[in-house]
């Protein structure tokens, strides 16, 4: 049997084991739905999921927008500062001695617990939020950035050397692609922590989200629903990563292709 094949029905059965399961529990708990039960629910809720009655009762649709917005606000303006950052650091020696202390210390820290100082300083939910999105995305870039350059084979810079070229050529022409491998393992890394983290911030600060409306049918006891959200959380983080390894196969550099 073809080796394709194979992974098919490998998947078709991990996911069939997945939905036995499910309805061994549904069955022994009367509170916990069956997948029959959620997948009515299903229907129904995504037959409309741009509904808007109230700033309070909004489709899924609407959430899911919100939530993907602040990822992309959050993890763009980490990109921006880390990317760079990054690459100061694994470059200059004095920099890297400078921040990495500083990196220590951070980066084990939880991403939630930023949340309030974002809220002390922005004085708003939203930009708290982002401001969380940003803090978590930011140490996975600047790591493998930092890394990569520090990896880059000394010969290469040795010619430079003799070469006597630019910083910006040794930036552009050696360093780049040099460090894209782990420059995209980086950005990988970082958007699974923002959609992780983005869920259980708006769990918090409440608004329009897919965590706020996880937390709200949650108060309404509404478990079918949260079974659903639980499901769409999972295909918007498998999607978002598969979209990041898409474009790493799109450039042609043997390392970043495998």
Sequence with gaps: MPDWIMSILAALLGVAFLVLVWQIIGLTNSQFP?????????????????????????????????????????????????????????????LSSMFGPI????????????LPIGLLVFKSANPAAIWSIFICSIWPMIINAAVGVQRVPQDYMNVARVLNLSEWKIISK???????????????????????????????????????WVWDEWN????????????????????????LVAVAKAFTYEQVAS
């Design 220 to 243: 309404n006891l509404n478990v079918p629903h949260i079974i659903i959200a639980i499901v769409v959380i999972g295909v918007v983080g498998l999607l978002l990563e598969q979209l």
């Design 174 to 212: 050696i360093l780049f692609p040099s460090v894209l491998p782990y420059m995209l393992t980086g950005v990988r890394l970082a958007i699974g922590t923002a959609w992780l983290v983005i869920v259980a911030a708006e769990m918090l600060t409440g608004g329009v989200g897919i965590g706020f």
């Design 103 to 114: 990196i220590s210390l951070l980066k084990p820290v939880s991403p939630l617990a930023w």
């Design 34 to 94: 069956t997948p029959l039960l959620t997948l009515r629910e299903a229907i129904k809720l995504f037959a409309d999921p741009f509904y808007r009655t109230s700033p309070n009762d909004q489709g899924i649709g609407w959430n899911i927008l919100a939530s993907l917005q602040r990822v992309g606000i959050g993890f763009g303006l980490a990109a921006l500062v880390g990317i760079p950052l990054g690459f100061m650091i694994g470059r200059f020696k004095f």
